[in-house]
């Protein structure tokens, strides 16, 4: 069974940095894309950061510049590096694993809070 487990995160003033950490287990037979997304308040979870299965490497405009995600494959764990992070990054933060093989499916670390003060 895969497992995802998240580490890091917390408060940081705005212009501060951010480091979020993602271990995952139970996946050594599996292929897919891995990435992080976020949740604020009354709003949608959304995509922040991917990498698929080839390597390619994904941001949307809001973090493109400032997020940057990296893979481990030898201690099977993924990273989010946030830099200048503003107000509106507060939310929080969810690691991905979404599988092709041997079976479709989402798997998702438990969520840990981002929360960037004035």
């Known amino acids: 069974q895969m497992r995802l487990v998240q580490s890091g995160g917390g408060l940081v003033q705005a212009g501060g940095s951010l480091n979020l950490s993602c271990a995952i287990s139970?996946?050594?037979?599996?292929?897919?894309?891995v990435g992080w997304y976020r949740q604020a308040p009354v709003k949608q979870r959304e995509l922040i950061a991917r990498i698929d299965s080839r390597g390619n490497l994904n941001y949307p405009d809001s973090v493109k510049g400032r997020f940057t995600i990296s893979r481990d494959n030898a201690k099977n764990t993924i990273h989010l590096q946030m830099v200048s992070l503003k107000l509106e990054d507060t939310a929080v933060y969810y690691c991905?694993?979404?599988?092709?093989?041997?079976?479709?499916?989402?798997?998702w670390g438990q969520g840990t809070q981002v929360t960037v003060s004035s």
């Open positions: 139970g996946s050594s037979q599996s292929i897919g894309d």
């Open positions: 991905n694993f979404h599988r092709y093989f041997p079976r479709a499916g989402d798997y």
